[in-house]
């Protein structure tokens, strides 16, 4: 092991909460959360010394911690920028032209998937059904998700990232969370028995 | 005790038992890629499907399923037949086409398979995938785009191998098997290569060497080590071409250690292809045997028996050995050790040297002490038997000794002889555990033995053993860790000291005194030669080692693969080892030159064909004729207490890839020299 990555004193305390939610001698399945954390300390990517770090914590094999590390989109194991666009592209949300967001956004960015933008600000990826496919197509980035997206309101919430705002996230359409998109089907009308 | 119907035929099984367990006990043969008996269950192959009624009304993964009670197994449905055949065809989309040029061709599970449940075409026009190879060091060739991820390899080298450099990283049709560019750094890596059902893993000194299909294949027994690992050695033409593990349950299950396995190029350089006699000058030239026989017959003639002395190697077979111990007799002398390295041994009491245990039951004990040994080096099928026993059954291991790695966890006792005396007087805690253990064992090493105070420290290890509850009825937890092949058998044929004999310090004693005239060494290279300078010294044996060098009369002999012989291992068990080549050049095989040079000094062996050989052997040792058994011991007295030494015990082993002459004439073992011990040693030496 060559650079290893140490926590800092507030992600310490974070790891130690995290590793003791694991019955003694099983410290290892705290694994995902502690890549997790190490990568959000890191810039937003698992480097070597991040998962030399976890496995020399978790006192597990260094090979182990690259199985799981490899095996889940959610650990990057290459740099990415500040914000990580993750596309769902799986059949809901393909069906509902995640296609076209995917095209604008490479398109705004002049990146494509897998790729960042030179100024590091954006990095692009294709991920399975992230579980929002009432609200499809959506868009990950980072922490929250961005729903209903069309070509358009991508560009637009590209646009306000890059101006340093944050776009509020959820629907990009006129809608609450996922009710129904055309306004309340039932209970438009709401009786009492005392009227 | 479940009852189930396979292929409509009832059998009753264990409990416990997988389907497809049950179907190998029916005598119903279930394909498989990543079920292996020794390794755990992992079902990712899916190759094993059959049809099981009551239940889904699919295909079910049999090494995953417990057999249960009035199950329905059907294996030869034309949905099973469909099944397989699918699962084949995806394995294959991703799998080249290069049986042409694969070294696991005419041997290969999947090419196997292929044929049976194989389609003749393919559906498949998309791209294939292609896995660039990984470095897992000088023994492991990868060709890694031909891998099905069976995982039998990870399992194998984290479960039974106890390493963790292997492991499978990314998923789905990006998955691989990486050991992240580190070399497999366990003694039984070569095992993997066995079970890689593919060719993905090959032995990378046998990478395009031969064909399986023209290897003449000789089973017999290892002698690298004093396991006696039932091997095959695969010949084409005269030279060996690899040697290979060969299933025994009760010794080396079917794992054999990469010195085992891979030393077999040092049967090729280094060797002694005819006889050498030291000219005027002091060189040693070619000689004929004639001539050497009339240098030696000069030589015997004149002396005393009490003047020549004989030692015999760590290889060597009983044969020779009970050869040359008839020709000594003849000759008068009492002065023979088959103990290179001193070893305290008692040899009038057999239990005395023995792993009285037993390889395969030693696994069943619930606590061991390590004495003086490194049992990952000197013994590393043992030590997989401790690892299993560890693992599975909660062995408790205590080490007193050198502190390494031994792939388990343990107690550290101390380094040195002070806490072995606290155990034997009953004051330190581990004595009270060992008393109150089941089935306590402990094992002593060549590390503790060879020392000066060696004696002392096997009679602290019986007092321990009868102190402390080792030797029961049916059980004796005293074992003895031997490094050398020939060891127990020449313990056993009497290859020690006769009446007023000198061992083997004696005799390197008294040929630097002048006491000892002449030293016959079978296949002897692990003493002090400098000791031997005014003597005259007669090496057989097979390589051009440190007794060649030292000799003044070289008479070449033949190496494990070239001689028939019987080998006693370190458990006691007599097996039986055969020919697969001939010697080279004007090499004979070892009996008979001690029964040619016999004849000439005029003390004829009264034998004249190895049947008579093993005749006149078995009436002094009948157990001999007990061929792959262990013959049972009695626990007498032994040993002499005496001071020991406080210098910390150390393994008798350095360097586990060169022990012998063989591995050390190796070119493969010299490459794994460079890249475990050398390299290990500057990472802790300088680096750090």
Known sequence: MSEIFEFTLENLVTAKQIVAKYPKGREASAVLPLLDLGQRQNKGWASDAVMNGVALFLDMPRIRVTEVASFYTMISMKPVGKYLLQFCTTTPCWLRNSEAVLAAASEYLGVGLGQTTEDGMFSMLEVECLGACVNAPIVQINDDMYEDLTAESMVAVLKALKAGETPPHGPQIDRQKSAPSSGAAVLTKLTFSED | ?688
């Open chain 2, 1 to 688: 005790m479940p009852k189930l119907k396979i292929d409509g035929v009832e059998i009753e099984v264990e409990n416990g038992l997988t389907v497809l367990q049950a179907c190998e006990q029916a005598g119903v043969e279930i394909p498989r890629f990543c079920y292996h008996e020794r390794l755990s269950v992992a079902g990712n192959c899916r190759m094993c499907l059959v049809e099981v009624s009551p239940g889904p009304p699919k295909p079910q993964a049999s090494c995953a399923l417990p057999a249960g009670e009035g199950m329905e197994v059907t294996t030869n449905s034309p949905m099973v037949e469909k099944a397989r055949t699918g699962v084949m065809e995806f394995l294959l989309i991703n799998h080249p086409l290069d049986c042409p040029i694969c070294d696991q061709g005419g041997e290969c599970d999947l090419q196997d398979q292929a044929m049976g449940y194989g389609n003749s075409g393919s559906r498949y026009t998309e791209d294939k995938r292609a896995v660039s190879e990984k470095y897992m060091g000088p023994l492991i060739n990868t060709i890694m785009t031909r891998c099905i991820h069976c995982t039998r390899c990870v399992r194998f080298s984290t479960e039974v191998g106890g390493v963790t450099d292997m492991g499978m990283v990314n998923r789905g049709e990006n998955a691989e098997i990486t050991t992240l560019e580190k070399a497999v750094s366990s003694e039984l890596s070569g095992n993997v290569i066995d079970l890689c059902p593919v060719g993905a893993l090959t032995s990378k000194p046998y990478s395009f060497v031969a064909r399986p299909w023209e290897l003449k294949k000789t089973e017999t027994i290892d002698v690298l080590d004093a396991m006696g690992s039932n091997i095959r050695v695969d010949v084409r033409g005269n030279e060996v071409m690899r040697v290979l593990p060969r299933l025994n349950e009760d010794v080396n299950e079917e794992w054999i250690s990469d010195k085992s396995r891979f030393s077999c190029d040092g049967l090729r350089s280094q060797r002694l292809d005819k006889p050498y006699v030291r000219n005027a000058a002091g060189k040693l030239e070619p000689a004929s045997w004639d001539e050497a026989f009339a240098v030696i017959s000069a030589k015997l003639s004149g002396a005393a028996g009490e003047r020549i002395a004989a030692i015999a190697g760590d290889q060597c077979d009983a044969e020779s050995m009970f050869a040359l111990k008839g020709l000594m007799d003849a000759l008068g002398s009492p002065n023979l050790d088959c103990r290179q390295d001193g070893a305290a041994l008692d040899p009038s009491v057999r239990s005395s040297y023995l792993f009285n245990t037993g390889i395969a039951k030693a696994e069943e004990a619930d606590i061991c002490l390590i004495i003086g040994a490194n049992p990952r080096w000197e013994a590393p099928l043992v030590n997989t038997r401790l690892r299993k026993g560890w693992l599975d059954g909660g062995m408790k291991i205590s080490v007193i000794g050198p502190q390494l790695d031994l792939t388990y966890d343990y107690d550290y006792l101390g380094a040195s002889t002070a806490t072995l005396q606290e155990i034997a007087d009953g004051t330190h805690p581990f004595a009270a555990a060992l008393k109150a253990a089941k089935r306590p064992m402990l094992m002593i090493g060549m590390g503790a033995l060879s020392r000066d105070d060696g004696a002392a420290c096997l009679a602290v290890a019986r007092k321990i053993a009868n102190d402390c509850g080792l030797i029961r009825d049916d059980w004796n937890g005293f074992n003895v860790l031997h490094t050398a092949a020939a060891r127990v058998g020449g313990m056993d044929l009497g290859f020690t000291p006769g009446q007023g004999g000198c061992d083997v310090s004696g005799i390197l004693n008294g040929a630097s005194s002048g006491a000892i005239d002449v030293v016959y060494l079978l296949g002897a290279d692990e003493i002090k030669m400098s000791s031997l300078d005014k003597a005259f010294v007669i090496y057989q044996g097979h390589h051009g080692d440190a007794g060649a060098h030292a000799a003044d009369v070289i008479l070449p002999g033949a190496a494990y693969t070239e001689k028939s012989g019987v080998y006693v291992n370190l458990e006691g068990r007599v097996q039986r080892g055969r020919r697969a080549a001939f010697p080279p050049g004007d090499a004979r095989e070892d009996w008979t030159i001690l029964r040619a040079l016999s004849a000439i000094v005029g003390k004829t062996l009264p034998y004249d064909d190895l049947p008579g050989l093993r005749k006149a052997m078995h009436e002094a040792c009948p157990h001999f004729t007990h061929i792959d058994t262990v013959e049972p011991t009695s626990w007498e007295d032994f040993g002499t207490i005496g001071d020991m030494s406080a210098a910390p015990f150390k393994s008798a082993i350095e360097n586990f890839y060169m022990t012998d002459p063989i591995s050390r004439a190796s070119e493969t073992m010299a490459a794994c020299t460079r890249e475990f011990i050398l390299n290990a040693e500057g990472a802790t030496g300088t680096d750090g």
